[in-house]
Antibody
Framework: EVQLVESGGGLVQPGGSLRLSCAPS????????MAWVRQAPGKGLEWVAN????????YYVDSVKGRFTISKDNAKNSLYLQMNSLRVEDTAVYFC??????????WGQGTLVTVSS | DIQMTQSPSSLSASVGDIVTITCRAS??????LGWYQQKPGKAPKLLIY???TLQSGVPSRFSGSGSGTDFTLTINSLQPEDFATYYC?????????FGQGTKVEIK
């Protein structure tokens, strides 16, 4: 059974940093592109970042470019999202997702990030 | 960026109804269009990919169709567990984008 388990969310002040982690299981992690997708409270889904299976290519939505970094450690079977210079508008549930067949075919349960003073 | 616009934003329907949700893209999408279902407090679930391919384990009452800029999700014989919010999403070009969602409520 495929599972994705996020961790690392919490309350942070504007301008602060947070690192999210995602622990996958049930599939060969190194063979898949992975992604982070977020959902602000009461709002729709927004793709945040993608990373190629071998970690060589990364893509970001414009609103997080230069502030967020996605990374993938195939040896440790882990996906990360380093978030710096956080803004109030980054408040959301962040989902780790497997990007297979060019869709988000498996999702974690999400971790809440709250940016507030 | 490709903008995805869903209609309607919400609808009320009864068990057994046929429900149709449309998704219009601001540019032509060649292949990579998916549909997701999300229930309150839960992660989204993939229903359909590449416009019309049913994800494994998804009931056959769900179907997808369309081409170019216009796409449709159809739910035949709506079941109680289908009351949820549905999103379309394109992966033809970065940034990958979602529609704003369609909430299906009980009439």
């Amino acid at each position: 059974e495929v599972q994705l388990v996020e961790s690392g969310g919490g309350l942070v002040q504007p301008g602060g940093s947070l690192r999210l982690s995602c622990a996958p299981s049930g599939f060969t992690f190194r063979n898949y592109w992975m992604a982070w997708v977020r959902q602000a409270p009461g709002k729709g889904l927004e793709w945040v970042a993608n990373i190629k299976d071998d970690g060589s290519d990364k893509y970001y939505v414009d609103s997080v470019k230069g502030r967020f970094t996605i990374s993938k450690d195939n040896a440790k079977n882990s996906l990360y999202l380093q978030m710096n210079s956080l803004r109030v508008e980054d408040t959301a549930v962040y989902f780790c997702a497997r990007h297979g067949r060019r869709v988000f075919d498996q999702w974690g349960q999400g971790t809440l990030v709250t940016v507030s003073s | 960026d490709i903008q995805m616009t869903q209609s309607p934003s919400s609808l009320s329907a009864s068990v057994g109804d046929i429900v149709t949700i449309t998704c219009r893209a601001s540019q032509t999408i060649n292949t990579f269009l998916g549909w997701y279902q999300q229930k309150p407090g839960k992660a989204p679930k993939l229903l359909i990919y590449t416009i019309s391919t049913l994800q494994s384990g998804v009931p056959s009452r769900f179907s997808g169709s369309g081409s170019g800029t216009d796409f449709t999700l159809t739910i035949n014989s709506l079941q109680p567990e289908d009351f949820a919010t549905y999103y379309c999403q394109q992966s033809d070009s970065v940034p990958w984008t979602f529609g704003q969602g369609t909430k299906v409520e009980i009439k």
